[in-house]
């Protein structure tokens, strides 16, 4: 007979349904009844909503990945790697690195084990042997989704950064540098503190010295000089978390599908549709912010809903800005506006096609982008010099605004 598993699936603490392993990696995600009779129950997603509003209650199984939903919680690249290996997990087997990595999700999701079931003692993926037992006190489990190593942090009352030290927890998510480029943290530091002078909607951020973190996960080497850490917009200061969740869970796709599936146009629309006029301008600075600072990394996972009243969602705070062309050259954004990928091509011709798309008002839309447009040149002549950036990025952002033809028009 094949093993079964079964994890439940909070959500602000209450059980709402049931991931079901059934064997061979087949997993099965249901709803409780309780959850799909409650006329004022929380919103999980707008994956689980029809074109009618009403809630699906209907899911096919999947084979050794999760649902998209499920599988853009848990981390990708070598940040999945990095835990797969401290909870003895192989990383594409997504229902136990769920388990693994249930309890610091992003949003109110968490994840237990059915009755305290055991961890399955055939599982000897990594180290040929099992001993989950001792692992488990041991793994991170900071399963915050992302490529860049990041992890939940504690802030101390010094100031300082600590990781929890079972790595359950935390209001700040810490951000390492990463070894192949110079600069990073710093990079991402500038980039957001230069939005948050623009008026965007940024978290509390800060640049820490990595000598200044206590507790550092053991296994990443000697890491030296800054990381950046931001304060998470899905806790509140009591702890209690706050539902988000992002786009690529928005559209059910893979997170290997972040990058294609949809537009810039898609999410515009759907921010519309579910948020407010001040969300639609927020998304417009923020779309023409990281044109004019070539981050060509904005992809589906770097937007993200929140859900501050349980029910409602809107545009969640802004994180994830880096300019990425002093260390790729690339004169395509991730994703496409409405026509086009190319930064050269991003006008206000551009800007009305997007907003006939995705059904916005194209004066708030082409008022919003020229306004962004003149705060970032008055912001970026009067910091540039003022911000930890490498020469590098400034020299690559100077020569990149030359070619944005909105630098021009506005």
């Known amino acids: 007979m094949a093993d079964v598993s079964v994890l439940n699936i909070l959500l602000h603490g209450e059980r709402i349904g049931i991931l079901t392993n059934v064997g061979h990696d087949r997993s099965l995600f249901s709803l409780n009844e309780a959850y799909i009779e409650n006329p004022n129950r929380p919103a999980l997603g707008l994956r689980f909503k029809d074109s009618f509003g009403e809630l699906i209650t209907e899911f096919k199984p999947t084979q050794t990945r999760l649902m998209p939903y499920f599988s853009n919680l848990l981390p990708e690249g070598h940040l999945r790697d990095y835990l797969s290996e401290r909870a003895r997990v192989k990383p594409e087997r997504e229902f136990f690195l769920l388990w693994a990595l249930g309890m610091d999700l992003p949003g109110a999701i968490t994840v237990t084990s059915d009755d305290n079931e055991d961890w399955p003692g055939h599982l000897d993926d990594v180290t040929g042997k099992n001993d989950h037992g001792n692992a488990d006190n041991e793994t991170l489990r900071f399963s915050l989704a992302g490529v860049q190593l990041k992890f939940s942090a504690i802030s101390e009352a010094s100031g300082g950064l600590t990781f929890p030290a079972k ?244």
């Open 167 to 410: 790595g359950m927890g935390g209001s700040w998510i810490v951000k390492l540098p990463p070894a192949q480029f110079s600069g990073v943290p710093e990079n991402e530091y500038s980039m957001m503190t230069l939005a948050g002078l623009m008026g965007m909607d940024i978290p509390p951020i800060n640049l820490v010295n990595i000598m200044d973190i206590g507790n550092l996960p053991v296994g990443m080497g000697n890491i030296q000089g800054h990381a950046f850490a931001i304060e998470r917009f899905d806790r509140l200061e009591d702890g209690n978390p706050v539902h988000t969740e992002d786009f690529a869970q928005v559209f059910d796709v893979y997170p290997s599908d972040k990058y294609k599936k949809a537009s810039m146009a898609n999410i515009a629309r759907v921010i519309a549709a579910e948020g407010s006029e001040k969300d639609i301008v927020e998304f417009i600075r923020r779309l023409t912010f990281n044109t004019l600072i070539g981050n060509s990394d904005m992809h589906l996972k770097n937007w993200s809903l929140i859900y501050p009243d349980k029910h409602n969602a809107g545009l969640s705070p802004a994180y994830d800005f880096v300019s990425t062309i002093p260390y790729i050259e690339d004169k395509k954004a991730a994703l496409t506006y409405s026509k086009t990928r190319r930064f050269d091509k991003f006008s206000l011709d551009e800007l009305k096609h997007l907003s006939a798309k995705a059904l916005l008002p194209e004066k708030v839309v082409l008022d919003s982008a020229k306004e962004t447009v003149a705060l970032f040149q008055e912001h970026w002549q009067k910091e540039k010099s003022n911000l930890p950036l490498y020469a590098n990025v400034v020299e690559a952002i100077e020569k990149h605004i030359g070619r944005i033809p909105i630098a021009k028009e506005g």
